[in-house]
């Protein structure tokens, strides 16, 4: 009698081992398949949702081939169910299980947003806005409250931020990404001031962002930015005018319509260096760390004047005299180009 139930229970151990590493098989079987997807799709998966519901989703879409056996995952397979939410970056061929095990760590595609050298802080704000999966907390705000926000003193927000490129998961806000390149620009403005040449014509750091911002604005020439910056530097320590347009354009605001005209060099406002002496009161535009560095390191040059070569560039004069001929030069070229 004893050997009977000793065979018996051999035989259900053996029965119940073999249905489980069946059942186990089959549930391996499902997660093993590939998605039916031709390209990468980003899902977004809410907050409070369950593996079960994935799967559900995932079948209703016709990614995945349904199975009597996804009732089960949870059971075979308890580590694939902490789901967290997020939105995530499922790629073609990619087996039901990676996407499982993509949702249990976590880990959220990331968008990624780019700001330009020389972009107005009015462009960035469009930008943000026509940016999706970024939460837009700022609409409607001024830049003093935007300041406010961001802990800034400074009212005006110009110039105050690092033009490049920040990743970012769905739903970072505006204010986040603000924040970080604000963050970004300091951390390295702070170290570069420290190491700023001596006896420059500005003060401040804040000095410096306005002078790179001029910079910015007149070249986009990697070799010619430390020379430009020697020229306004020279001006400034001459405590002659700086006259550059771009400030001027800033200036005119929405009453700039592609061209300066010289009733516009006459006109005054904070901004026109034709008539201000010294640097305007703010920065006019965002400027990378090749133009920062330039402002702070200009090293020398005998040159006060600089214009438009016409071929890209510019043509650098010592004296007045010399300018003139390279301004006169320059508007050949421009009739001669119509």
């Known amino acids: 009698m004893i050997k009977k139930i000793i065979v018996g229970l051999i035989l259900f151990i053996a029965v119940a081992a073999g249905s489980f590493w069946f059942v186990n098989g089959q549930v391996n079987q499902y997660l093993n398949q590939p998605l039916l997807i031709d390209s990468s799709q980003l899902v977004t998966v809410d907050s409070g949702t369950n593996l079960k519901e994935v799967l559900k989703d995932l079948t209703q879409r016709n990614w995945i081939s349904s199975s009597p056996y996804a009732r089960i995952v949870d059971r075979f397979r308890p580590d694939l169910t902490d789901i967290k939410a997020g939105t995530y970056d499922f790629k073609p061929d990619e087996t039901l299980g990676k996407i499982l095990a993509l949702l249990v760590s976590g880990k959220e595609h990331q968008f990624s947003i780019t700001f330009i050298e020389g972009s107005r802080f009015s462009e960035w704000m469009k930008q943000l806005e026509d940016t999706p999966y970024i939460e837009h907390t ?86 010619e930015r430390i020379t430009i910056a020697s020229v306004f530097v020279n001006r400034l320590n001459k405590h002659m005018r700086l006259q550059t347009d771009p400030t001027v354009i800033y200036g005119m605001g929405s009453a700039y319509h592609g061209n300066i005209t010289k009733k516009d060099l006459r006109t005054p406002t904070p901004y026109n260096t034709y008539i201000i002496r010294g640097l305007p009161p703010t920065p006019i535009a965002m400027a990378g760390l090749a133009s920062i560095k330039a402002a702070l390191h200009p090293g020398e040059s005998p040159y006060y004047y600089f214009v438009a070569s016409g071929t890209g560039g510019h043509v650098f004069s010592k004296t007045l005299t010399q300018h003139n001929i390279a301004v006169r030069a320059y508007l050949r070229k421009l009739r001669s180009n119509k």
Do not use: C, V
């Open 138 to 223: 700022l609409k409607g705000m001024s830049e003093a409250d935007i300041a406010a926000k961001l802990g800034i003193k400074e009212k005006d927000l110009e110039g105050l931020f690092l033009p490049q490129t920040y990743n970012y998961t769905a739903g970072t806000t505006d204010l986040e990404i603000l924040r970080r390149a604000h963050k970004a620009l300091f951390k390295h403005l702070d170290e570069l001031w420290k190491d700023r040449q001596k006896d420059l014509p500005i003060k401040t750091p804040y000095d410096a962002l306005i002078l790179a911002s001029l910079i910015e604005k007149e070249t986009a020439i990697e070799s």
